[in-house]
Structure formats: C-alpha cells, structure tokens
C-alpha cells in the first residue's frame, strides 16, 4: 500500500516529524492539517499504511476543520467594522496621520489613530494594533481575576502571561505560573471566568480527576455551560 492511497485533501496538508522520546504515533488534524508524530523507529510506510486505515475518520475531521475555518468571522479593518470584548461589541473608527500609533476606547468605539510614518497597509497596520490592545487587556483583566480566584482557595500564583497559542486556552505549570491565550476576551464573560478558574484549580489539582472539577464548581458554579461553549465556538475567537 503506498502514499497515493491516500486521498490529495490528506496528502497535501500532511506533516510526518520523528522523536525518539516517542512511545507510539499521534494523528492531530488540525487548521494546518495532519500532523503525525511518530518514533524513530517507525518507518513512513508503516505510518502511511496506519493512514489509511483511518481514511475516512480523517477526511471527517478535515471537513470539519474546514467548516470551522469557514465560520470564523471576516474582519476588513476599517471604519465599523467590530470585535467582541469582554461580552460586548466594540466599532472600530479609524483614523491616519497621527504622530503616532493609539487605539483608544471610548465606551462602545475604539479609536485606532494611525502614524503617518507606518509604510504597512493600513488593515495589517490596524490588525497589529488591535492584537496589542488585546493583549495588554488581557494581562490585566485576567491576572487580576487569577488572583482573586487563588486567593479565595488559598493559592498563590507565580506569574501571569498572555500568548497566542494554537491548541490550548490556557495553562498552568506545576512552579504556579498560569498562561493565557489572550483571545479568550472575545468570548463572553462567564466563559472568560471558566477558563480563569480551570487554570486556577490546577494549582491544587494537576489533574482532571473529578476533585478538581469540584474545585471549579466552587470558584465558577455554572461552569459547564460555558465549557461546552468554549468547544463548540472557539474557533470563531479571532482578530
């Protein structure tokens, strides 16, 4: 059985990487494609032969993925055009020839002032711009709230980060520090408060055992609701 079994929807977006630390294969079929994580000692055919096998199964969730790539919203950057915040919807007004970059709010409008110096378009100018906003809006209003929830369950927190990650919303190391994915203030406001207390719990409980569930409940009682939400619309939290 050789590679062009396969179907081109698979081949075409396909990724095969090698690590000796690795005990068995994994499949992830994601906006990028399919990556296949293999041992050293597993040879491409064997893989390719495993592909096939699951043809069908990943041809579904390639059409899945891009159903999600298709219902994600389409941004232009300009005047009007919105972006949720913390639960509610913010306009976009620009305006060119400032001295320098600003994104302002001012209620329901944010202001996006743009340096006359910027050689970029101006909606690739306007998208930077609005993810650095983003970002430092995210370190304060989550790191905030992480605070407040450990201290109501008695932890302390290392640090407090924002990044742009690809799989996860967020995370918590063992040393305390808590890591966000920052497009998380797209979302609503219970599910923001979801995501804040899973990451908090996990500095009592490295697990998903149903103990640490409980300490969600505790901190965010009406959390599955806004799981459930997080799964089913967070490939839409985009700028």
């Known amino acids: 059985m050789n590679a062009m079994a396969l179907p081109d929807a698979v081949l075409e977006r396909l990724q095969i990487s090698s690590s000796s630390r690795r005990k068995s294969i994994g ?23 495993l592909l096939q096998g699951r043809r069908q199964w990943l041809l579904e969730k390639l059409a899945l993925q891009q159903q999600r790539l298709d219902e994600r919203p389409d941004h232009h950057y300009g005047d009007g055009d919105s972006f949720a915040f913390l639960g509610q919807n913010l306009s976009l007004k620009i305006s060119q020839g400032a001295r320098e970059n600003r994104v302002v709010r001012e209620g329901d409008i944010l202001l ?7 050689r970029k378009p101006a909606a690739e100018r306007v998208r930077e711009l609005l993810c650095q906003w983003y970002m430092a809006q995210a370190l304060e209003y989550l790191g905030a709230l992480s605070l407040r929830y450990a201290e109501q369950i008695g932890q302390r927190v290392g640090s407090v980060k924002v990044k742009l990650t690809r799989s996860k919303w967020g995370h918590c190391s063992r040393a305390g520090d808590l890591q966000y994915n920052w497009l998380i ?20 409980h490295m697990n998903h055992s149903r103990d640490f569930w409980q300490q969600v409940a505790e901190l965010c009682p009406d ?17």
């Open 223 to 239: 959390y599955l609701a806004s799981r459930r939400w997080l799964k089913q619309q967070g490939h839409r939290l985009v700028i």
């Open 112 to 118: 996006i002032n743009l340096s006359s110096r910027g």
């Open 27 to 49: 499949i992830k079929v994601g906006p990028e494609g399919v990556r296949v994580l293999k041992p050293s000692s597993v040879s491409r055919a064997d893989v390719m032969r």
């Open 185 to 204: 203030l797209l979302a609503p406001v219970p599910v923001i408060e979801y995501l804040v207390a899973h990451e908090v719990s996990h500095l009592v």
